[in-house]
């Protein structure tokens, strides 16, 4: 069972730190907050569903360890699933510059 831990703990701990470094880059910065709102709100609700459901399966005494190794199979098959979707959904399109004229909006002649 140890070894099932290992990809669920090193999975979460690469995957939180990236998403939550490459999320400003991907909104714009008038939607910045609400974005990581969406992300923290994202995050407790999936926690809370994982808690509810791995407990669920190992609530009871009998069945404790097959309950624990099903919750860590199912966890640790989550870790490829999602590797596979955000590859799949690749990066974000880059997002058109602005071309900055001159104040005025015209450039000025010299005459000689």
Same mark, same amino acid.
């Given at each position: 069972?140890?070894l099932l831990m290992?990809?669920?703990?090193?999975? +979460? #701990?690469?995957?939180?730190?990236?998403?939550?470094?490459?999320?400003?880059?991907?909104?714009?910065?008038?939607?910045?907050?609400?974005?990581?709102?969406?992300?923290?709100? #994202? =995050?407790?609700?999936? +926690?809370?569903?994982?808690?509810?459901v791995f407990g669920?399966?190992?609530? =009871?005494?009998?069945?404790?360890? =097959? +309950?624990?190794?099903?919750?860590?199979?199912?966890?640790?098959?989550?870790?490829?699933?999602?590797?596979?979707?955000?590859?799949?959904?690749?990066?974000?399109?880059?997002?058109?510059?602005?071309? #900055?004229?001159?104040?005025?909006?015209?450039?000025?002649? #010299?005459?000689?």
């Open positions: 069972m140890v290992i990809p669920v703990d090193a999975g +979460g #701990s690469l995957a939180v730190p990236a998403v939550t470094s490459l999320l400003p880059d991907h909104v714009p910065a008038e939607r910045a907050g609400i974005a990581g709102g969406v992300l923290n709100a #994202s =995050r407790q609700v999936g +926690g809370a569903l994982a808690v509810a669920a399966l190992v609530a =009871r005494h009998a069945t404790f360890c =097959r +309950g624990l190794r099903t919750s860590l199979v199912i966890a640790a098959l989550l870790v490829p699933a999602t590797t596979v979707t955000s590859l799949l959904l690749g990066p974000a399109p880059a997002a058109p510059t602005a071309v #900055s004229e001159p104040a005025g909006g015209l450039e000025k002649k #010299s005459t000689v």
